[in-house]
């Protein structure tokens, strides 16, 4: 009860704040989104934008030109380049446009394109971001510990040099480093796919009455069941032939064996936004013939009555070997690994292909069990979901904000990519990913997402309302979370002039004594704390705070007028309430002044109101 009425009193307080700025926002911005972007980028001497420009500064933001969800923009180029006859030398991406026709270029994606340019992307800064992700990935290209697979002819042929990163974020940001367009073969990165589609279609309970959730504690192809007689997990090679004689004998038990891997290919290329998922035959073929243990496997679960009835472990074998050799790249594998960070929604298509609750699942078992006999370690160094497979691949999920493919082939002695490992052992020294690193306090490591729920915007009002409400002891909370208590809202008003206005000494002696705060900040009236006293007759804090002001000028401790600092996460709430009834006049906040501006995490543009 208590809690609700301050919750009402905060957003009272805070709507009848911004009501204001709001409705000055809306007068001010009848400039639509457009227009803010074509002032941004275009010559004052010609008065034409370069697109070249203008896509090399989207670019920053990690949309690429290839993005689906710029396709009528990349269209519309073509289109006006086509029509006007442009001067030779210029392309359809790098002409000049007039104001008019680049709204009319633009209109069709500009809720896209006004959300990268405004840093609301899950890693605002990805300037920034990628610099040290390729930090990252060249100290792992020294590194040239282990062995590439060689129980097949076809693995064994790949170059142990071969090293790629790439990474795709919920919101469709891209970046990709080093070898990312060589083909290779799913292999064990196919298991968690293929559970999810049997989830998906089956949902938990009937897929967990065949396989169980433990680690095994054993090499991925060990002939082991678990004390139920079902196969450990899913991520195993028991686990995962089980999972596809699901598919095979429950989902799709009518369709034939080509239809089936259609089928399963289609779910592949709809998870990475619709890119190459191809098959290597040679590798199948190949994976056929070297598949004695994994036949064993299947023949030991048959005995053991682990399969659905009607299940053709032939045909099962088969589909198993044949999601393995599904052949993909760094570059698709990062948009998979990003739809199950985004859950299950691609962030390329906006499609949604599988239920949260089903990328839940999936990801709590690769927490566990995706790196084989690592597992345990890994979970507890990087504490992120990720699956490794033998031709050197490693999907790594940051629920939440994205997902990362890196591909070198070396493999350690459990069977994991090296470098692959080293990476996301190196990416969670840096940044606080590790499910377990604590957001508000951890200092020690980089934090480059942006937070839906920004801490520092609601602090500020909780601040304002402990000193409004004369609460000294929520104050002094705040002082020692280590709270910035100068901190003023967007009219610049402190805690202070609130403690003052509303007649706290003992908040207004705190602030002064305690946390040494400035006692003379103006708000955007021009009015102090001390002034705000005196029109609300609070006498005895007028003459406290007259005094303080005689010893600041005698200890010449203050001397200029205290900065007042208006937050970016202030504008920020307001920015949130403009949007709220979202429209295309409503979206048109203006944007930042640098595109290309690589500021820090926090450092979000203001809104020029
Ligand atoms: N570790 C893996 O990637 C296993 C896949 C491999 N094709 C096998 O079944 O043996």
Known sequence: MEFAYREAIMIEYYCLRCLPIVNRHREQEQRNAEDVLFDMFYNEETGLISMGK??????????????????????????????????????????????????????????????????????????????????????CKSNTDGKVADYIPQLARYSPESWGVSICTIDGQRYSIGDVDIPFTLQSCSKPLTYAIALEKLGPNVVHSYVGQEPSGRNFNELVLDYNNKPHNPMINAGAILTCSLIHALIKPEMTMAEK??????????????????????????????????????????????YPKRTNLKEVMDFYFQCCSMETTCEAMSVIAATLANGGICPTTEEKI?????????????????????????????????????????????????????????????????????????????????????????????????????????????LLFSAASGDVTALRRHR????????????????????????????????????????????????????????????????????????????????????????EADEELITQDIKTGYDRSATASPMPS????????????????
């Open 354 to 462: 599988f239920r949260p609750e089903v990328v839940r699942d999936v990801l709590s078992i690769m927490h566990s069990c995706g790196t084989y006999d690592y597992s345990g370690q890994f979970a507890f160094k990087v504490g992120l979901p990720a699956k490794s497979g033998v031709s050197g691949g490693m999907m790594l999920v940051i629920p939440n904000v994205m997902g990362i493919f890196a591909w070198s082939p070396p493999l350690d002695q459990l069977g994991n990519s090296v470098r692959g490992v080293q990476f996301c052992e190196e990416l969670v020294n840096v940044f606080n990913f590790h499910r377990y690193d604590n957001l508000k306090h951890a200092t020690n490591k980089k934090d480059p997402r942006k937070h839906r729920y920004e801490t520092k915007g609601l602090s500020i009002v909780n």
């Open 480 to 567: 020692l979370s280590g709270m910035d208590i100068t901190l003023a809202d967007y009219d610049g008003r402190t805690a202070l002039h609130l403690a003052a206005s509303e007649g706290h000494l003992d908040c207004v002696r705190f602030l002064l004594e305690q946390c040494h705060v400035p006692h003379n900040p103006k708000d955007r009236w021009g009015n102090m704390p001390v002034d705000e006293a005196e029109n609300f007759g609070h006498h005895n804090i007028v003459e406290y705070l007259k005094e303080w002001a005689e010893k600041a000028v005698n200890n010449e401790e203050v001397a200029t007028e205290a900065v007042v600092k208006n937050t």
């Open 54 to 139: 203008f896509l090399a500064a989207l670019k920053t933001t990690g949309i690429r030109r290839s993005d689906p969800r710029i396709k009528e923009l990349m269209e519309n180029l073509k289109k006006v380049h086509k029509l006007s006859n442009y001067e030779s030398g210029s392309s359809a991406e790098t002409q000049n446009l007039n104001r008019e026709t680049f709204k009319a270029v633009v209109a069709q994606n500009i809720v896209l394109i006004a959300k990268a340019f405004r840093q609301q992307f899950v890693i605002p800064d990805f300037v920034g971001f990628v610099k040290d992700v390729e930090d990252i990935y060249w100290k």
């Open 594 to 609: 640098e595109a290309s501006s690589s500021s820090g995490p926090d450092d979000h543009s203001r809104p020029g109101l």
């Open 261 to 306: 891997f259609d089928y399963v290919m289609n779910w592949f290329k709809r998870l990475s936004g619709g890119d190459n998922i191809g098959f290597n035959n040679a590798v199948f073929l190949s994976e056929r013939e070297a598949a004695d243990r994994n036949y064993a496997l299947g023949f030991y679960m048959r005995e053991n009555k682990c």
